[in-house]
Every structure is written in C-alpha cells, then in structure tokens.
C-alpha cells in the first residue's frame, strides 16, 4: 500500500490481495453506480482482471470516491494500461477526475518504468484525456453499446 495526499482526497494504491472485502465491495458498488446505473449499461462488470490489476483508490474521508485499476504491459493491453476510471456523481466538481489520472500517470511511470500507456475511452472524454496527453488511435468502436476510442499517452 503506498498513500498520496491531495487536497481534499487521498490516494491509495493497493494490489487486489491488499484490498479488503469492505474495500473491495465499496469499489464494485461504485464501478456499478456510475457504469451499469448512471450509464445505463448493462455489463459484466466483474471480469476476473481486477486481480492482476493495481488499485488506485481515492478516499474523501473515509468514502471511496474516486477510483482506477492498472495494468502492466500484457495484462490487458499490449502496453501499460488503466481503465475502469470512474468518481463518485456527488464528487465530479472538485476536479477529482484530474487527480486521479495524474496520479494514475505518475504510479505507471514509478511502476513500470514507461510514459506510453493505452486506454479505452468513452469517446465523450476525449478532450478531458487530451487535456492529460493522450492521442486518439484508430476509429470510435462499441463497447457495451457505449462508443469509445482507443487513445495513447507516449
């Protein structure tokens, strides 16, 4: 576990054995929130890669409000990856979803030694990952009848 403290929220990177079951449960309710209920989208969300994924958790107090999970090269794409971004409904105007990123960034460059990391974004984020470096590769595809784009920060 290794903990970064931003105003107003903290960051903790966990692997899944790290996570408890309070942890683990207070991360699939969200993912679920904002994915299956807010979007509309019903999906498999719990896709046995969580496991070989890193946690990085953002709490505001002692509630999960911002979260992602990350790959090394190979476990989901061929490049270092992140995905599952997500932060609370309640909590998007404080800028969260720019720390989380920035934090994402900074643990996959201390981790796995690499800049270069793909994502699969939904493709109404764009400017908001453009904002962060990342490129838009290939063209807009469905993914769970949501469109996204592939998109690369080298």
Excluded: W
């Excluded at 999970?69 to 992140?82: K, L, P, Q, T, W």
């Excluded at 960034?105 to 699969?120: C, G, L």
């Excluded at 764009?126 to 769970?144: A, I, R």
Aim: with cysteine.
């Amino acid at each position: 576990m290794h903990l970064i403290q931003k105003m107003g929220i903290r960051f903790e990177i966990k692997s899944f054995k790290e996570l408890s079951t309070t942890e683990l449960y207070k991360i699939l309710r969200l993912r679920a929130e904002v994915f299956i209920v807010e979007q509309a989208c019903p999906y498999q969300d719990v896709d046995d890669k969580d496991q070989k994924a890193i946690h990085l958790i953002g709490y505001k107090e002692n509630e999960i409000v911002a979260y992602t999970r990350i790959f090394g090269a190979g476990d989901y794409f061929e490049n270092v990856s992140m995905g599952r971004v997500v932060v609370s409904e309640k909590e998007r105007k404080f800028g969260y979803g720019h720390d989380l990123i920035k934090e994402s960034i900074a643990v996959i460059e201390k981790k796995f030694k690499t800049r270069t990391i793909k994502i699969s974004a939904q493709t109404y984020l764009k400017k908001f990952y453009e904002s962060h470096g990342f490129e838009q590769v290939g063209e807009e595809y469905l993914e769970d009848d949501i469109p996204h784009i592939g998109m690369l920060k080298s």
